[in-house]
């Protein structure tokens, strides 16, 4: 039988509050607690909760049929847990169905896959004793923020211990190669890579609701179609999007929500498809070639590159000047300072800044607080400048500390 692989990447950064010139230095509380709270609580009311609650009731009907997964970021689970403890609860309940997959990530939906391995390495660690602490799971699936990856990612990603990473099936890196089968590592075999199907996954997640597309309006029906159209031979779709795509970037009223219903049924009735998790996957597939990847891929815009972060010279100072103070971070004993840093290294900070336009920019802006990059730009580098000097301060003059810090308290 060929599978359907359904992740969904469950992510609200800390938004920062305007934080001007004359702040730096007078006040420390860099987060629009308001906006946080308003925009976490409206989100698990028009998706979060009406979600899972289908998924749960999908659950019930047909058992271990259906299964799905789930990544959740660090700051996000800390948004929920404060702001929407139902939401918590419930992702809970759809854990201990067996029927849930829970995906490693980063704790900070971070770039310092980029930057810092050791960084990388803690912010892996903190999110999966996260998932354990929350669910009672032990994950030995990766997914990089953004879905970044690349040979040497990989190659870390599977030093860490994990067995598969999820990935974006960028056509320039599959030339004639399809994204429906498992891959692996080039530098490491034994980490599996399974491949997003950005067009089919895209039709759901971005162009569900475009009256203007020759294919509106999709069905159930018409996308097992699609389905049934792949070679037999070919094992596995990867259904990778924002979970936010269903109530929120896609509104009620669209019907996605009575497409998902509709779908495993479809897919029961008229198609030799079933649902997997990545871990099941991995176990039940073998590689078919190593997938060489030397530049970083990600899953955003036409490029599937990094630029919607980097690449700009706003981008880049900002990135820039946050990393040249992990070494001041991990020689504080502060744990406001720890947390600050990685709220500050999520990767919406680069993203608001980013110059360029892009395909999925629309449902980006829905969430950006920026009148402009450089507004943008200017906001983060007065929040680090303050962040800065909060460092700088707590050293005394020559001072320089070696002993090594556990990391602060995760709950």
Sequence with gaps: MRSICFYF????????RTYRFFDIGAYHNYYDDYQN?????????????PMNKLLMELIKEYGPAFKVSFSISGIALDQIRMYAPGVLKSFQKLAATGNVEFIAETYSHSLSSLRSKTEFFDQVSKHKAMIRHYFKQDPTTFRNT???YSDGIG???AEMGFKTQLTEGAKHILGWKSPNFIYCNTINPKLK???KNYQLSDDIAFRFSERGWSEWPLTAEKFVDWLNAFESKQEVVNLFMDYETFGEHQWRETGIFDFMRALPARVFSHSDFSFNTPSELSEKLQPVSAIHVEDPISWADEERDLTAWLGNDLQDDAFDNL???EEMVRNSDDPEIHKDWGFLQASDHFYYMCTKWFSDGDVH????????????????MNVLSDLRQRLEQGLKPGEHPKKKLRDPDLF
């Design 155 to 157: 190659a870390m990603v």
């Design 37 to 49: 709270r308003f925009i976490m609580r409206r989100i698990a009311d028009k998706s979060y909760i």
């Design 193 to 195: 890579v399974l491949l």
């Design 323 to 325: 990393y040249k103070l």
């Design 365 to 380: 802006k829905y969430f950006n607080p920026y009148g402009s990059p450089y507004e943008a730009y200017i906001n983060y």
């Design 9 to 16: 990447q469950v992510h609200q950064p800390m938004r920062l």
């Design 146 to 148: 953004e879905l970044i």
